[in-house]
């Protein structure tokens, strides 16, 4: 009995012990389950979050296809976050595909609906295409959760100024004024309402308060001339624009419209030199190849007056007043049959233009060609004969302009003038021109670092950039070779894919080589240039790093991860990261690479461009002489060297290095030097 109770509380024990054993191994199960999901969840977030951040530094390098692919991949590993659909928006935008960057912003917002970011930057993408009301929409919702964002004010009262919509831009302006009284370009934009109003006396008003508020905007200063030239006050329009120039150098419009007022003045040359500087700026400008080759043909250019009306026949072919300009021309320089060919367009489309008959049977009759001669002189005398139309053409005058629309031939030779004197608006963004806003005027030429393709080399400058260490990489067997390269390229997706699918295929050879690290060294470097190429400066540091530890006197790796860390350094300091450790490793990387190489001078070259781009510009000027000294025909380092002499007060000797750099293709050197001379 005893047994039997023995036997089976024995058995209800191990029942008992099989049930918390099996309790705890599926405890041990489900916890290394959820430990697998929650660190794959995590390697995951790591990984999205990365090719945003990859993404975002593309974007800052202006390499917009290539950001757009790593943002493609985030939202292909998590659809779900906002993040890469607001900065593939941001691509699309600098790329021009403002539909596209609508749709991303749509599909960020479906995702969050309370960042400003997003309904601001949609508002932008549907200006771009007219889209007021959809816009006045997105900023009405933007300024819900930001009642204090002055650029999404600034934005919706233009958008309500596109709408023709003046009542509520005016009550708009007025609580934004209220709000914001020293905000300078709220009153020229209660001007322009008033313009549009044709209240011009308030108008003005509400420009010299502006203009005293901020007397350094060219802008409001162009708005002003406005009212000046339509009322054809010329003297007040030339000096309201003349300090709108020197504050906005590169605008076009306003050399022309300066033009048009020195002209009504009898300022020939000066209207002229106005026309000249408006083409070296906008070279399609039609207004400035019109007028110019009036004026050329006024002063007897009639050659040079040809070649603007030909490049203004390029742009409008079916353009008649230039054509019977041209024609006139023709006739005066002795091209009798060009002229005979622009004169039978004209009267092609305008049968009884007497006066182009009449020219025409001239030219006709100093051919020989009498039967055509007075064919068209006959209907010339029959018009005069029995209609009484034939008139005398008008004389240049300097009060006679046309507007553009008025395609009256018998004003041919009138100065052309735009229709309607429209106000640019400036648009208030932290995107649109952005990144090119980051970079200043006049700015060093970047680093050199090495590239797994040939750089382009323009018209003049043919010299491809050589030094030992590359050459002697490029004679190993069973390597890509490499090239110097100081240019950034934006890749295209073809480019792209392209080089993820050869970093996959060193990864895969980093991963199957069974030599030590010594000789995979040259598989970690090619993956690090093709990591540079796509702009994941980290992965490239990373790899190039692992390297250096196997190989500390690589002067390709000290020299590449330098690179790579200045670019990384370049845009985390541009989102507010202080970088000056890192920077001082990428001095340290170049320091030891040029104590491996003194002969190479393109070591001394990127680190005397770091020293000036910290300012430091002693340092900069030695390692860019020796440099120089190694390679007189580095055009870079000249010209690098100018810079930090004039940023170093010797304006003579600045001068002098962009000098010699322009006279080895670098052209824009003599564009600083003209900018430093005056």
């Not at 999205?48 to 950001?67: C, F, N």
């Not at 939202?75 to 403002?98: G, H, N």
């Not at 002489?625 to 025909?633: F, G, I, V």
Request: with cysteine.
């Amino acid at each position: 009995m005893k047994s039997e109770k023995f036997a089976t509380a024995t058995c209800w024990r191990r029942i008992v012990q099989h049930q918390l054993l099996c309790r705890f191994l599926l405890c041990v199960a489900f916890f290394a389950l959820h430990s697998s999901f929650f660190t794959l969840n995590c390697f995951a977030q790591f990984n999205t979050d990365r090719l945003v951040m990859i993404g975002r530094s593309a974007l800052y390098y202006e390499d917009y296809v290539l950001s757009i692919q790593y943002f493609n991949q985030a939202i292909a590993a998590k659809p779900y976050l906002y993040e890469p659909w607001f900065f593939r928006a941001v691509a699309k935008y600098y790329l021009d595909d403002f539909a596209g960057a609508e749709a991303d912003c749509t599909e960020a917002i479906e995702r969050n609906p309370y960042i400003v970011n997003l309904y601001e930057l949609r508002g932008l993408t549907r200006i771009q295409q007219k889209k007021y009301k959809e816009a006045i929409g997105d900023y009405t919702r933007a300024l819900k959760y930001a009642p204090d964002g002055q650029n999404l004010w600034h934005n919706r009262i233009l958008c309500h100024i596109h709408e023709k919509d003046y009542a509520q831009a005016h009550l708009e302006l007025d609580t934004m004024l209220t709000r914001w009284s020293q905000y300078a370009r709220g009153y020229s934009m209660r001007a322009e309402v008033y313009m549009l109003e044709k209240d011009t006396a308030n108008a003005i008003v509400a420009l010299d308060k502006s203009l005293e508020l901020d007397p350094y905007d060219g802008n409001i200063w162009a708005e002003r001339s406005i009212i000046s030239l339509a009322r054809s006050e010329w003297k007040e329009s030339e000096e309201y624009l003349s300090k709108a120039i020197h504050l906005l150098p590169k605008q076009a419009n306003n050399y022309i419209n300066r033009a048009l007022a020195r002209y009504n003045q009898n300022n020939l040359r000066g209207a002229m030199a106005d026309y000249d500087a408006a083409l070296d700026f906008d070279p399609n400008n039609f207004l400035g190849h019109y007028n110019r080759g009036l004026l050329r043909a006024q002063v007897g250019d009639d050659n040079r007056a040809i070649t603007d009306f030909d490049f203004v026949l390029k742009l409008e072919p079916d353009n008649l007043m230039a054509l019977y300009n041209r024609a006139t021309l023709l006739d005066k320089t002795g091209d009798l049959r060009g002229a005979i060919r622009d004169y039978t367009k004209v009267i092609d489309q305008y049968p009884n233009f007497w006066t182009g008959l009449q020219s025409r049977a001239s030219c006709y009759r100093r051919l020989g060609m009498t039967k055509q001669a007075d064919a068209d002189e006959f209907r010339v005398y029959r018009a005069q004969l029995y209609k009484h139309l034939y008139g005398t053409q008008p004389r240049l005058s300097k009060k006679q302009m046309r507007k553009r629309s008025d395609d009256d031939l018998e004003k041919y030779n009138q100065i052309v003038v735009a229709d309607e004197q429209e106000v640019d608006h400036e648009y208030k963004s932290e995107y649109r021109g952005r990144v090119q806003n980051r970079k200043v005027e006049i700015e060093l030429l970047p680093l050199y670092g090495l590239s797994l393709h040939r750089p382009q080399t323009g018209d003049v400058r043919t010299k491809l950039t050589l030094c030992p260490q590359v050459e002697a990489y490029n004679q190993q067997r069973g390597v890509r070779r490499l090239f110097l390269s100081n240019a950034q390229r934006s890749l295209d997706e073809a480019q792209t894919n392209a080089y993820f699918a050869y970093i996959d295929s060193l990864s895969v050879a980093l991963s199957s080589s069974h030599s030590g690290e010594a000789g995979r060294g040259p598989l970690y470097l090619q993956r690090a240039i093709a990591y540079a190429e796509i702009q994941n400066f980290d992965s490239a540091v990373e790899d190039l790093t692992t390297y250096l530890q196997s190989d500390t006197t690589s002067v390709l790796a000290l020299w590449q991860r330098a690179y790579c860390q200045a670019k990384a350094n370049d845009f985390n300091a541009s989102q507010g990261t202080d970088v000056g450790m890192k920077t001082a490793s990428v001095i340290g990387d170049l320091t030891q690479a040029i104590s491996l190489a003194p002969q190479n001078a393109y070591l001394y070259y990127n680190r005397g461009t770091l020293y000036a781009q910290r300012s430091d510009y002693g340092r900069a000027i030695d390692d860019l002489t020796k440099a120089l000294e190694l390679d007189p025909q580095l055009a870079e380092a000249w010209y690098n060297r100018g810079l930090a002499r004039l940023y170093s007060s010797q304006q003579q000797e600045g001068i002098s290095d962009l000098s010699k750099a322009g006279e080895l293709g670098l052209y824009t050197a003599y564009s600083v030097i003209k900018k430093y001379r005056k």
